[in-house]
Nanobody
């Protein structure tokens, strides 16, 4: 059983920073790309940033220059550092990972989501 657990959400003022973390655990053989998505109120889920196992990163245009993504392959974790936060960054943020388990099955797994609210 593979599980992704997120932490680090909360309430922050505009211009502030937050760091989200996500840890994968369970029957893991290999992890490919990991990333973060978000779902603003009343909108569809959208890509925020991804990072592959070699460290190549991809960012949505609306976070370029403000957010960074990193991962620790030894600990099966991925983090999202969010700076210069704006009210429009308010959303539920979801961790995602492409994981091969010990039965050699590859699936995309999602965390439970963590709320980020940017408001004064």
């Amino acid at each position: 059983q593979v599980q992704l657990v997120e932490s680090g959400g909360g309430l922050v003022q505009p211009g502030g920073s937050l760091r989200l973390s996500c840890a994968a655990s369970g029957s893991i053989f290999d992890i490919g790309a990991m990333g973060w998505y978000r779902q603003p109120p009343g909108k569809q889920r959208e890509l925020v940033a991804t990072i592959d196992s070699g460290g190549s990163r991809n960012f949505a245009d609306f976070v370029k220059g403000r957010f960074t993504i990193s991962r620790d392959n030894a600990k099966n974790t991925v983090s999202l550092q969010m700076n210069s936060l704006k009210p429009e960054d308010t959303a539920v943020y979801y961790c995602n990972a492409d994981i091969v388990d010990h039965t050699w099955r590859r699936n995309a797994f999602w965390g439970q989501g963590t709320q980020v609210t940017v408001s004064s």
